[in-house]
T-cell receptor, first 115, second 114 residues
Framework: AQSVAQPEDQVNVAEGNPLTVKCTYS??????LFWYVQYPNRGLQFLLK??????LVKGSYGFEAEFNKSQTSFHLKKPSALVSDSALYFC?????????????FGAGTTVTVRA | EAQVTQNPRYLITVTGKKLTVTCSQN?????MSWYRQDPGLGLRQIYY???????DKGDVPEGYKVSRKEKRNFPLILESPSPNQTSLYFC?????????????FGPGTRLTVL
């Protein structure tokens, strides 16, 4: 079965500091990995995805994520956080081995960027 | 504008009273899905549909029904709602069901079952 863990419920950083949101996954085959962001009272918005190729993936709003197969991780990063990055972030995975089309999400990490 | 719409956005109902939450997308997407979001649990998939007349269960399908009679619409039906179905519901769509496709989410429907 596929699963995702986001070990931190909350991440607090000061504006201008680096931001990291952690994600680890478990799959039987190769993973397809996604990051989504949810702003208050809004639906989820796609940030970036890893399918294959370069382990460093660049996405929207200056975010990037690094795929690490040996550590089964896909941490989201931003070099310099903004107050407007305060939101709920979700990591998601699909297992290429499974013959279905399910997407499994983590529990989410609330990011607060203070001015 | 390309979007996924859901109605209603907010709904308070009572146990046992059948309800339907509508979902519509204008992107000609084949794949549509319903999720529920609960604190500490993230999003859990309820049902998904690969195309018209093709639906399948997600991780938490109990107590829900869906139908896909038209490509653009994917309503979620609660025949006899119970308080444990109080949640925030999201509909999503993608161009196909392939693993690489990005899903586009609706704004959410907050359901309270008393």
């Amino acid at each position: 079965a596929q699963s995702v863990a986001q070990p931190e419920d909350q991440v607090n950083v000061a504006e201008g500091n680096p931001l990291t949101v952690k994600c680890t996954y478990s799959v039987s085959g190769n993973p397809y990995l996604f990051w989504y962001v949810q702003y208050p009272n809004r639906g989820l918005q796609f940030l970036l995805k890893y399918i294959t190729g370069d382990n460093l993936v660049k996405g929207s709003y200056g975010f990037e994520a690094e795929f690490n197969k040996s550590q089964t991780s896909f941490h989201l990063k931003k070099p310099s956080a903004l107050v407007s990055d305060s939101a709920l972030y979700f990591c998601a995975v699909r297992d290429l081995m499974l013959n279905d089309y399910k997407l499994s999400f983590g529990a989410g990490t609330t990011v607060t960027v203070r001015a | 504008e390309a979007q996924v719409t859901q109605n209603p956005r907010y709904l308070i109902t009572v146990t046992g009273k059948k309800l339907t939450v509508t979902c519509s997308q204008n992107m000609n997407h084949e794949y549509m899905s319903w999720y529920r979001q609960d604190p500490g649990l993230g999003l859990r998939q309820i049902y998904y549909s690969m195309n018209v007349e093709v639906t399948d269960k997600g991780d938490v399908p109990e107590g829900y029904k869906v139908s896909r009679k038209e490509k653009r619409n994917f309503p979620l039906i609660l025949e006899s709602p119970s308080p444990n179905q109080t949640s925030l519901y999201f509909c999503a769509s993608s161009s196909s069901g392939f693993s690489t496709d990005t899903q586009y989410f609706g704004p959410g429907t907050r359901l309270t079952v008393l």
